[in-house]
């Protein structure tokens, strides 16, 4: 009798650290700490998921009840956390979390519903984080991504996760002229994209391994690759609806600076300038 995907790690709370698959493998979480219980749907306080993020000590923090949090603010998660819903239903609501220079980070098994604000993610993941895995969550109408990977934050995995009723769904890389995101390195594995619009993901510069994922009735694109991205799809099955391009290529201006120093023959001083280069490289060459 066929077993169900991680039906080994499920039975025992912590075999889930470090079962990740791809670049996000080695992603303990807060295996080497204690269990912090959330005992509060408050955004804050004794009991509170906020509380326990916050903490600088590693920690598997786990749910003993259901329910709804309303975020008045991005809550941010510090290293070496697992937040484990595994057992309960929590939704998060208002804003999101922010894996903002943190490292080993588990998110399992959580919903994201209803994110308003300017640059409000459901998962925001910058600048400089690493070694974290996105596991058998859902993910839905924020005002701006579901999931975005960016500033050098790199060997990441997604999978098992749920995105629907959204526009721009999942972008990895900043802009044209952050080429430290060349660093980037992600896995999105057994994912279905139910709907959303665009961005599953868009690529800028980062090497992306996509496998096992659905993705179905798009409206502008399915997955598309910007300036110097890698991306392997393989497996993938893609259900057009309307909209028949699955794949996008985009060229992009790369835009970089550097010191010009100019001397002054009149007060007989050197000057440091910015000055802008451009230039353009072509998607995938």
Same mark, same amino acid.
């Given at each position: 009798?066929?077993?169900?995907?991680?039906?080994?790690?499920?039975?025992?709370?912590?075999?889930?650290?470090?079962?990740?698959?791809?670049?996000?493998?080695?992603?303990?979480?807060?295996?080497?700490?204690?269990?912090?219980?959330?005992?509060?749907?408050?955004?804050?306080?004794?009991?509170?998921?906020?509380?326990?993020?916050?903490?600088?000590?590693?920690?598997?923090?786990?749910?003993?009840?259901?329910?709804?949090?309303?975020?008045?603010?991005?809550?941010?998660?510090?290293?070496?956390?697992?937040?484990?819903?595994?057992?309960?239903?929590?939704?998060?609501?208002?804003?999101?979390?922010?894996?903002?220079?943190?490292?080993?980070?588990?998110?399992?098994?959580?919903?994201?519903?209803?994110?308003?604000?300017?640059?409000?993610?459901?998962?925001?993941?910058?600048?400089?984080?690493?070694?974290?895995?996105? $596991? %058998? @969550?859902?993910?839905?109408?924020?005002?701006?991504?579901?999931? #975005?990977? =960016? /500033? +050098?934050?790199?060997?990441?995995?997604?999978?098992?996760?749920?995105?629907?009723?959204?526009?721009?769904?999942?972008?990895?890389?900043?802009?044209?002229?952050?080429?430290? $995101? %060349? @660093?980037?390195?992600?896995?999105?594995?057994?994912?279905?994209? #139910?709907? =959303? /619009? +665009?961005?599953?993901?868009?690529?800028?510069?980062?090497?992306?391994?996509?496998?096992?994922?659905?993705?179905?009735?798009?409206?502008?694109?399915?997955?598309?690759?910007?300036?110097?991205?890698?991306?392997?799809?393989?497996?993938?099955?893609?259900?057009?609806?309307?909209?028949?391009?699955?794949?996008?290529?985009?060229?992009?201006?790369?835009?970089?600076?550097?010191?010009?120093?100019?001397?002054?023959?009149?007060?007989?001083?050197?000057?440091?300038?910015?000055?802008?280069?451009?230039?353009?490289?072509?998607?995938?060459?």
């Amino acid at each position: 009798m066929a077993s169900l995907p991680y039906a080994d790690v499920d039975s025992n709370l912590r075999d889930l650290a470090g079962k990740a698959e791809g670049f996000g493998r080695l992603a303990i979480g807060g295996l080497h700490g204690p269990i912090y219980s959330v005992t509060t749907l408050a955004d804050d306080g004794p009991g509170s998921l906020r509380e326990g993020c916050r903490r600088q000590e590693p920690l598997w923090i786990v749910f003993e009840i259901s329910g709804t949090i309303n975020l008045s603010s991005y809550l941010s998660v510090s290293s070496y956390k697992t937040v484990d819903g595994r057992g309960q239903r929590i939704k998060f609501t208002g804003k999101g979390l922010r894996l903002k220079e943190c490292e080993h980070i588990i998110i399992c098994n959580l919903e994201f519903e209803g994110g308003r604000g300017h640059d409000v993610d459901g998962i925001q993941i910058k600048p400089n984080s690493r070694h974290i895995w996105i $596991d %058998r @969550c859902s993910l839905h109408d924020y005002d701006d991504g579901l999931i #975005d990977i =960016t /500033r +050098q934050s790199t060997d990441i995995t997604v999978s098992r996760c749920y995105f629907s009723q959204h526009d721009k769904t999942m972008l990895i890389g900043a802009d044209p002229s952050h080429i430290g $995101d %060349r @660093c980037i390195r992600v896995t999105i594995h057994h994912c279905f994209f #139910d709907g =959303t /619009r +665009q961005r599953q993901p868009r690529v800028r510069f980062g090497k992306v391994h996509l496998y096992n994922n659905y993705t179905r009735n798009w409206s502008v694109y399915a997955v598309c690759a910007s300036v110097e991205s890698q991306i392997y799809s393989q497996n993938n099955i893609y259900e057009a609806g309307e909209k028949k391009v699955a794949f996008k290529y985009y060229t992009e201006m790369i835009f970089c600076w550097w010191p010009l120093t100019m001397f002054d023959s009149t007060s007989g001083c050197y000057d440091t300038l910015d000055r802008q280069q451009t230039w353009r490289r072509q998607s995938l060459d």
